[in-house]
Nanobody
Framework: QVQLVESGGGSAQPGGSLKLSCAASGFRLGYYAIGWFRQAPGKEREALSCISSSEGSTIYAPSTKGRFAIWRDGTKNTLYLQMNSLNFEDTAVYYC?????????????????WGQGTQVTVSS
């Protein structure tokens, strides 16, 4: 069965970095689009970045451009999100998710497989 397990969250200072991982099982990462989302307290879930199947094209939300990078490792069947220049507004629970479709979408309702989430806290 499809399973996604995030790790790598924690605390960071403003300007710091964190690298999140999402270990996938039950499907091959390169066959489907997969993305990162986050949800801060009291806010709606926000699409951050996505990587499509096959050619691996990537998309990023404006809030992440130039700071976050998404990539996948097919040998480990793992998705990553490198987050640099973190700020207080990046504090949230971060999730990876897939719709088992080939193309990316920012519509979270299209994603039917989610990890349990990993907490990222940016504080001084």
């Amino acid at each position: 069965q499809v399973q996604l397990v995030e790790s790598g969250g924690g605390s960071a200072q403003p300007g710091g970095s964190l690298k999140l991982s999402c270990a996938a099982s039950g499907f091959r990462l390169g066959y489907y689009a997969i993305g990162w989302f986050r949800q801060a307290p009291g806010k709606e879930r926000e699409a951050l970045s996505c990587i499509s199947s096959s050619e691996g094209s990537t998309i990023y939300a404006p809030s992440t451009k130039g700071r976050f990078a998404i990539w996948r490792d097919g040998t480990k069947n793992t998705l990553y999100l490198q987050m640099n220049s973190l700020n207080f507004e990046d504090t949230a629970v971060y999730y990876c998710a897939t719709s088992l479709a080939s193309k990316c979408t920012s519509d979270s309702s299209k994603y039917n497989y989610w990890g349990q989430g990993t907490q990222v806290t940016v504080s001084s």
